[in-house]
Nanobody
Framework: QVQLVESGGGLVQAGGSLRLSCTTS????????MGWFRQAPGKEREFVAT?????????YYADSVKGRFTISRDNAENTVYLHMNDLKPEDTAVYYC????????????????WGQGTQVTVSS
């Protein structure tokens, strides 16, 4: 059974930082491309970042987070991270990690597996 479990969310003041983790099990983590998405109240889920298979792999970010967020992965720990700096109130959302076997994608419906999400709240 495939499981993706996010952690690390919480309440932070604007300008602060958080690191989200997504630990996976039940899949061969090193062959999956990983992504982070987020969904704010009343809005559709949106792409945040994605990383290719390798630890030093290709990364791609949404314009809204470029330069502030960093996605990374540890294939030995079956975990993907999202390092978030200079957080803004508009970053408030439930953050989801997802795994995709085929080519990297910024489209959520193309991902194969999803976590349950972790809440990030940024106060002004």
């Amino acid at each position: 059974q495939v499981q993706l479990v996010e952690s690390g969310g919480g309440l932070v003041q604007a300008g602060g930082s958080l690191r989200l983790s997504c630990t996976t099990s039940g899949l061969t983590f090193s062959v999956y491309k990983m992504g982070w998405f987020r969904q704010a109240p009343g809005k559709e889920r949106e792409f945040v970042a994605t990383i290719s298979r390798s630890t030093s792999g290709i990364t791609y970010y949404a314009d809204s987070v470029k330069g502030r967020f960093t996605i990374s992965r540890d294939n030995a720990e079956n975990t993907v991270y999202l390092h978030m700096n200079d957080l803004k109130p508009e970053d408030t959302a439930v953050y989801y990690c997802a795994a995709r076997y085929e080519a990297m994608s910024i489209t959520d419906r193309r991902y194969d597996y999803w976590g349950q999400g972790t809440q990030v709240t940024v106060s002004s």
